[in-house]
């Protein structure tokens, strides 16, 4: 086993609410954050993201100008964002199976609703670094892979191609055929 | 690489890599993973409670903010943006009413937003009911009921979610009748 230097990771929270801004960075210090940067709106959530290359970002799903849930696409767009890959845990208010579909399919890493505790946050971060998600790449879609088990007898159409463990940076280096 | 051809939007998903980011590498140190986690989680939960001096304030300023939200929302004819402002002021405080102390304002904004979110036609959203729910919710926090315990809290949580509940049904009714 091992433990999280938090005194390591960066994070970015971007929630339009400044009581839970302060209530998320109040949590992430206690664990032992020292880079922790704030962001009100999903512009400047992007903004932060490029500014300060986090390692973590916490986003809300409302927020002005554009909500967490287009933060997620812009972020996970390669030609938009310089890091598709950021680990993305959406915290919300939204409890409902729809908005967690739509954080899925956005490329979210993790959901988390609110009410926020200290262990919930502890465990997805927790899950985040120690339990990475491989990433692929499909038409539509360029995310975490959003299927938690891997089933290796499943040889249906959307069957997972190419090696795993394929460390390919770049998604733009990824190519798919026609 | 395998190319699909029966599903023109799930065909061709391809791994592309473990993470991009490697957290692992970056923070993870050797020692008792759960000891530390169980230590980080304790520490977040201390700092949560010095934090929670200012609880009290916060959740005036976002029942007022409700209420604000309520009064232009009136104001400006239940209109669209109008409408949103109060459904965000209401899903801000569902989302951090718990953490705050006041599970009971948290039930109450669920309902009020399920209300705002569900009827199939706005022009015939409740006035009185929009009122009732944002009185309850400043009745709650003027009466300093925190927790679950308090009585008359608890039947006003419930008589509104019941109400709503009748009423949705019934507009959803009259919508799939027209």
């Not at chain 2, 308090?150 to 509104?160: D, E, G, Q, T, W």
């Amino acid at each position: 086993m091992a433990k999280i230097a938090f005194d390591e990771l960066r994070f970015v929270v971007a929630d339009d609410n400044a009581h839970m801004r302060r209530i998320v960075r109040t949590l992430l210090r206690a664990f032992g954050s020292r880079e922790i940067y704030e962001a009100e709106d999903g512009a400047s959530g992007l903004e932060a993201v490029e500014a300060y290359s986090p390692d973590i970002l916490i986003t809300d799903i409302t927020m002005p100008i554009f909500d967490g849930i287009e933060l997620t696409r812009m972020i996970r767009n390669p030609e938009g964002c310089r890091h598709p890959f950021l680990p993305i845990i959406v915290l919300s208010a939204y409890s409902e199976k729809k908005h967690v579909i739509a954080a899925r399919d956005a490329g979210a890493t993790e959901f988390l609703c609110k009410p926020v505790s200290a262990t919930a946050l502890y465990r997805r971060i927790q899950n985040v670094v120690s339990n990475p998600r491989d990433f692929v790449r499909t038409k539509s879609y360029f995310g975490p892979d959003r299927r938690r088990y891997v089933n290796p007898n499943y040889s249906g159409v959307e069957r997972r191609t190419g090696a795993p463990g394929d460390n390919i940076v770049d998604p733009n280096q990824v190519e798919l055929e026609a | 690489m395998q190319q699909h051809s029966s599903n023109a939007n799930t065909a061709m998903t391809r791994q592309v890599n473990k993470t991009g980011i490697n957290l692992r590498d970056k923070c993870l140190r050797p020692g008792d993973d759960n000891e530390a986690a169980q230590q980080a989680i304790t520490r977040a939960e201390q700092a949560l409670e010095h934090l929670s001096v200012n609880f009290d304030d916060w959740i005036v300023t976002e029942s007022r903010q409700l209420a604000k939200s309520r009064d232009d929302a009136k104001a400006a004819g239940f209109s669209e943006n109008a409408l949103r402002d109060l459904f965000q002021a209401a899903h801000n405080l569902k989302g951090q009413a718990t953490t705050l102390g006041y599970p009971l304002a948290d039930e109450i904004c669920a309902s009020l937003c399920r209300l705002i979110d569900k009827i199939p036609d706005k022009s015939r959203l409740p006035l009185l009911l929009i009122d009732q729910h944002v009185d309850a919710v400043r009745a709650v926090v003027a009466e300093g009921a925190k927790g679950t315990d308090n009585p008359k809290a608890s039947v006003l949580a419930k008589r509104l979610h019941d109400v709503t509940g009748d009423f949705l049904a019934q507009e959803a009714a009259r919508a799939g009748a027209a």
